[in-house]
């Protein structure tokens, strides 16, 4: 547990200082590899959190139902300060 918050706290250092575009690429590329195991969600994880913290919406992708979160597994454009799903 302590390695995983670690990775997500050094990611989260490490992606704040990427543009939002670089941020959005990295989004794009990991999507659109196979395969999910840990260390590709936290990254995820952690890129969300950067965009957010960026001050994008993020509510065409994460969804909070019934005390659950949960987020869409997509390519996304930014679209007024938006992330969008790319049809």
């Known amino acids: 547990m302590a390695t995983t918050k670690s990775l997500y706290e050094h990611l989260s250092e490490t992606l704040i200082h990427y543009s939002i575009n670089e941020l ?51 390519a996304v454009r930014l679209e007024d300060n938006r992330l969008v799903p790319i049809a």
């Open 24 to 74: 959005i690429q990295f989004n794009n590329d990991t999507v659109s590899g196979r395969g999910w195991g840990s260390s590709k969600a936290i990254f995820r994880a952690a890129l969300l959190s950067t965009l957010s913290k960026k001050g994008l919406d993020l509510s065409s992708i994460v969804s909070r139902e019934d005390g659950f979160t949960s987020v869409k597994q997509v």
